[in-house]
Each structure stands twice: as structure tokens, then as C-alpha cells.
């Protein structure tokens, strides 16, 4: 008997194509802190998840070099990529900051929809719940 999981076998899934994770690595909390709020403000994610205390280990300058982090991963829309690769490569203090975008094939029917409506600016949403979606 297989055991591989099937969308089918969910709940309320729904397919995720149109969203993404974003993965950035930040030197400490104050900035992963202001590259999320300038994200949230700009709509251009709904969602930062803040992660410290992360060790990276990685070649920098023909030497491998390791050193604390915040992990930022950021739940957005494809659509939003480009203008969110923009404001963080703008931001960010590192010469390289990591922007690593991992695609996403399905998620919650609500949780998506909540995703959706709050990577969209303030009038277009309040206009699709009055219109009823």
C-alpha cells in the first residue's frame, strides 16, 4: 500500500501556485525587524517570521567563514517578487544578502485566502469584501 501523500487527502487545500516563501538571512534582530515592518508596510508580504540565533556557515572572499543570523521567512505572492527582492537588496547592509524564493504548491483554503487579501493594498481588499471575495 502506498503511502504517498495525496492534495486529496487534505481538507480545505487549495492549490498554492500564484504564492511563495521567501528565505533572507539578516546579521541580527533590529534589522530582520525593520526589513519586515518595511515589507509588512509596503504589502508586499503578509507574513515575516523572525528566527534567531541561526549559525551560518558559508564561503565569503575564498575563505569559509561563519557567523550568527536571523532567518526572515516571508509568505507572499509571486506577483510581489520583484518589488520585494528591490526593497530588501535596497535595505539590506550585507554586499550579497541571501533572497531565496521557494515556490509553494498548496496550502489551507483560509489561510491562503488571508495571504491573498493582505498582499494587497488597503482599498483593492476592502473593494473584493464588499464585493463579496
Known amino acids: 500500500m502506498?503511502?504517498?501523500?495525496?492534495?486529496?487527502?487534505?481538507g480545505k487545500m487549495k492549490s498554492a501556485t500564484k504564492f511563495a516563501?521567501?528565505?533572507?538571512?539578516?546579521?541580527?534582530?533590529?534589522?530582520?525587524?525593520?526589513?519586515?515592518?518595511?515589507?509588512?508596510q509596503?504589502?508586499?508580504?503578509?507574513?515575516a517570521n523572525l528566527i534567531p540565533k541561526i549559525e551560518s556557515h558559508y564561503w565569503w572572499r575564498e575563505k569559509i567563514e561563519s557567523d550568527a543570523e536571523v532567518l526572515l521567512v516571508l509568505?507572499?505572492?509571486?506577483?510581489?517578487?520583484a518589488?520585494?527582492?528591490?526593497?530588501?537588496?535596497?535595505?539590506?547592509?550585507?554586499d550579497t544578502?541571501?533572497?531565496i524564493v521557494l515556490p509553494l504548491s498548496a496550502g489551507s483554503k483560509k489561510y491562503l485566502d488571508w495571504l491573498a487579501e493582505n498582499?494587497?493594498?488597503?482599498?483593492?481588499?476592502?473593494?473584493?469584501?464588499?464585493?463579496?471575495?
Not at 2 to 10: D, I
Not at 22 to 34: E, S
Not at 84 to 89: D, T
Open 75 to 81: 509568505k507572499t505572492q509571486k506577483s510581489k517578487l
Open 119 to 133: 498582499t494587497q493594498q488597503p482599498a483593492l481588499a476592502a473593494s473584493k469584501q464588499s464585493e463579496g471575495g
Open 42 to 47: 509596503a504589502r508586499l508580504i503578509a507574513c
Open 2 to 10: 502506498s503511502r504517498r501523500w495525496r492534495f486529496k487527502n487534505f
Open 97 to 99: 544578502p541571501e533572497f
Open 21 to 40: 516563501v521567501v528565505l533572507v538571512t539578516a546579521p541580527n534582530l533590529k534589522i530582520a525587524r525593520v526589513l519586515a515592518r518595511a515589507a509588512l
Open 83 to 94: 518589488a520585494l527582492e528591490k526593497l530588501v537588496l535596497a535595505r539590506h547592509p550585507y
